[in-house]
T-cell receptor, first 113, second 119 residues
Framework: SQQGEEDPQALSIQEGENATMNCSYK?????LQWYRQNSGRGLVHLIL?????REKHSGRLRVTLDTSKKSSSLLITASRAADTASYFC?????????????FGTGTKLQVIP | DAGITQSPRHKVTETGTPVTLRCHQT?????MYWYRQDPGHGLRLIHY???????DKGEVSDGYSVSRSKTEDFLLTLESATSSQTSVYFC??????????????????FGAGSRLTVL
């Protein structure tokens, strides 16, 4: 079963708007990561947030983590057409087994120019 | 995709035939992974390796075997391919720490993927 579930499954916005996607997970984590996948390509790491952190920024990306609710959100501000891609959250489990990085089902983002 | 290559990138085969996918890395990372990606399922871990000849199962390992005889190569074998194994397969690598000390992260770098169709 998937550790992470993303919401929404698909999102379509206009260029310049903000895009928010959410991830829920089931078990305790050491850290949570977000990856991006352009069509037909491999995944690329975007940002990592550790379980003792609540918010992290990187350029136009803002990630929040709520371990009490087992959820995370990824905000992309001032979106661009080049942000069109699928976005996946991935969790690294706590208490060992860090090799078993588990991915969610992804959010497909379309940014309309 | 720098430092990690997958071959073949595309393959069409028939049910019952053996298939081997190869992942090659030049980063000298200890950990290597095989995932499959299917619509509605995201990525699911098949097997991973934490060193030469050291491998372990992921969540969807049935029907797959792996081997790692060299640090740089990780092979995924389907002994007798089935239509349910039609998928896109991704190799990934990571170096989660130095020696036995974990960095506390484990960030994966992915290959470009291998699309397998089993008819």
């Amino acid at each position: 079963s998937q550790q992470g579930e993303e919401d929404p499954q698909a999102l379509s916005i206009q260029e310049g708007e903000n895009a928010t996607m959410n991830c829920s997970y089931k078990t305790s984590i050491n850290n949570l990561q977000w990856y991006r996948q352009n069509s037909g390509r491999g995944l690329v790491h975007l940002i990592l947030i550790r379980s003792n952190e609540r918010e992290k920024h990187s350029g136009r990306l803002r990630v929040t983590l709520d371990t009490s609710k087992k959820s995370s959100s990824l905000l992309i501000t001032a979106s661009r057409a080049a942000d069109t891609a699928s976005y996946f959250c991935a969790t690294v489990p706590a208490g060992g087994g860090y090799q078993k990085v588990t991915f969610g089902t992804g959010t497909k983002l379309q940014v309309i120019p | 995709d720098a430092g990690i290559t997958q071959s073949p990138r595309h393959k069409v085969t028939e049910t019952g035939t053996p298939v081997t996918l190869r992942c090659h890395q030049t980063e000298n990372h200890r950990y290597m992974y095989w995932y499959r990606q299917d619509p509605g399922h995201g990525l699911r871990l098949i097997h991973y390796s934490y060193g030469v000849k050291d491998t372990d199962k992921g969540e969807v390992s049935d029907g797959y075997s792996v081997s790692r005889s060299k640090t740089e190569d990780f092979l995924l074998t389907l002994e007798s391919a089935t239509s349910s194994q039609t998928s896109v397969y991704f190799c990934a690598i990571s170096e989660p720490g130095q020696g036995v000390v974990w960095s506390g992260a484990n960030v994966l770098t992915f290959g470009a993927g291998s699309r397998l169709t089993v008819l």
